[in-house]
């Protein structure tokens, strides 16, 4: 039976730990691997990287510091970032990390998303989507770093991926990154309403209470977070943590 799980979600640039808001103004908070020893002891759910200039600057996954990433952790993991075809996340998947997430490269070629399911799994398969709120109601669908706009509607979306084979949609809410108010609810029952696939959303948790708030509204999902996890205090400072609702 599903479970909720609780996920720390980490931004990598240049091999370092980075966190933002709204996507703007980065942080380093550390490196990949202390953060990963860290997490192993604290016996986290899964825990998910994200390369966020891959897309942007069109590099491919760094396979020698992904593998050493595997290589220390004793949970399950997920990468994204810079991903365009379903070799590379099969090379993923071998090297260790059980699932491979996606974004841009699916909005431009949704046919990847069958690739991928076929090559790896649909259970490795996530579908990552940032999200903006519309000026005039409703939400937009961006990719590269919150830079670029597309055009198919957010809950048309979410469906086409689920038939196309994502065996999990993340929603991570541009809006809500790195401001520690809490989870936009109202996005996270639109995207339930419209999959049928594992869900996990991102962006705005800063408690727990804030992750229970988000359980009790959407139901089984996965909570994410980011700077709940490296930050402590009304000052920010970086301390790597770990906490259940």
């Known amino acids: 039976m599903l479970q909720s799980r609780i996920t720390p979600s980490l931004l990598m640039r240049d091999r370092g730990l980075v966190k ?39 590099s491919t996954p760094d396979m020698n510091f992904l593998g050493t990433i595997a290589k220390e952790s004793r949970m399950p993991l997920c990468y994204g970032g810079g991903i365009s075809d379903a070799e590379q996340a099969a090379d993923i998947v ?19 998303i069958n690739e991928m399911a076929n090559r790896i799994g649909r259970q490795s398969v996530v579908v990552t989507i940032d999200v903006k ?33 994502a065996g999990e949609i993340v929603i991570n809410s541009i809006d809500r990154d790195g401001m520690m108010q809490g989870y936009d609810l109202t996005l996270a029952r639109l995207a339930r309403d419209n999959t049928t696939s594992p869900l996990t959303i991102l962006g705005g948790a800063g408690t727990s209470k804030h992750m229970a708030e988000l359980i009790e509204n959407v139901g089984i999902v996965g909570a994410a977070a980011g700077s709940m996890f490296v930050f402590k205090g009304p000052y920010r400072a970086v301390l790597i943590s770990y906490a259940r609702p």
Request: a neutral charge; charged letters at 35%.
């Open 20 to 58: 933002t808001r709204q996507f703007k103004d980065d942080k380093y908070v550390g490196d990949p691997l202390n953060a990963v020893k860290i997490y192993n002891e604290k016996e986290v759910d899964e825990l998910v990287f994200f390369d966020i200039d891959a897309t942007v600057e069109k």
């Open 94 to 112: 071998k090297i260790g990390f059980e699932k491979v997430s996606v974004s841009a490269a699916a909005l431009v070629r949704p046919d990847l």
């Open 133 to 165: 709120k519309s000026l005039l109601g409703g939400y937009s669908i961006y990719s590269h770093n919150g830079t670029r706009k597309h055009k198919p509607k957010l809950a048309d979306f979410i469906a086409e991926a689920t038939d196309r084979g």
